[in-house]
T-cell receptor, first 114, second 113 residues
Framework: EAGVVQSPRYKIIEKKQPVAFWCNPI?????LYWYLQNLGQGPELLIR????????DSQLPKDRFSAERLKGVDSTLKIQPAELGDSAVYLC????????????FGPGTRLTVL | DQQVKQNSPSLSVQEGRISILNCDYT??????FLWYKKYPAEGPTFLIS?????DKNEDGRFTVFLNKSAKHLSLHIVPSQPGDSAVYFC????????????FGTGTRLTVIP
């Protein structure tokens, strides 16, 4: 069974440019998560989807970050415009349902903003 | 405010010996705890979990111990193998609410052959 797929794996952009990350969860997983991992830190939740509904986006900086999960399958996370402090690894995870189920992570996208 | 803390950023252990990784938490609402293992350039991989109704869970070479009164958990790896060298993250969630995971900062384990 394929795991969580993310692309691109690496992205380098100039500050103030837009950037988008894509995630395809494990087939059949209804819940999808986007996490931010700064260097030397653990992952921090940005947004959680249950099917196509964003049920928790309290940690998403909405002035520059946006996300969507059309049709309740794959998802896109966007930053516009990117700032130097956005340099980090963006991880996507999925689980079968909301409660008790293990979250499976993708390999992440490493973003470098110059 | 860090609700899950891993105070040891690194740990080195000889192959065949026991590795003990520690984790503390502050939120008394947490009732489910997990350990994830992360290799470079990969996402975290689920390793083992424990519910707050238990104080021990074992899976092969990996055992997690939970001390609720101390708000402390530990991961024991016996015997340690070079392939265990990775960053280990402790995570916690409150199942009565959402399944949002709160992660510690990780401990880098190096198993010396």
């Amino acid at each position: 069974e394929a795991g969580v797929v993310q692309s691109p794996r690496y992205k380098i952009i100039e500050k103030k440019q837009p950037v988008a990350f894509w995630c395809n969860p494990i087939s059949g997983h209804n819940t999808l998560y986007w996490y931010l991992q700064n260097l030397g830190q653990g992952p921090e939740l940005l947004i959680r989807y249950e099917n196509e509904e964003a049920v928790d986006d309290s940690q998403l900086p909405k002035d520059r970050f946006s996300a969507e999960r059309l049709k309740g399958v794959d998802s896109t996370l966007k930053i516009q415009p990117a700032e130097l402090g956005d340099s980090a690894v963006y991880l996507c995870a999925s689980s079968l349902r909301r409660v008790t189920d293990t979250q499976y992570f993708g390999p992440g996208t490493r973003l470098t903003v110059l | 405010d860090q609700q899950v803390k891993q105070n040891s950023p690194s740990l080195s252990v000889q192959e065949g010996r026991i590795s003990i990784l520690n984790c503390d938490y502050t939120n008394s609402m947490f009732d489910y705890f997990l350990w994830y293992k992360k290799y470079p350039a990969e996402g975290p991989t689920f390793l083992i979990s424990i519910s707050s109704i238990k104080d021990k869970n074992e899976d092969g070479r990996f055992t997690v111990f939970l001390n609720k009164s101390a708000k402390h958990l530990s991961l024991h790896i016996v015997p340690s193998q070079p392939g265990d060298s990775a960053v280990y993250f402790c995570a916690a969630s409150a199942k009565t609410g959402a399944n949002n995971l709160f992660f510690g900062t990780g401990t880098r384990l190096t198993v010396i052959p």
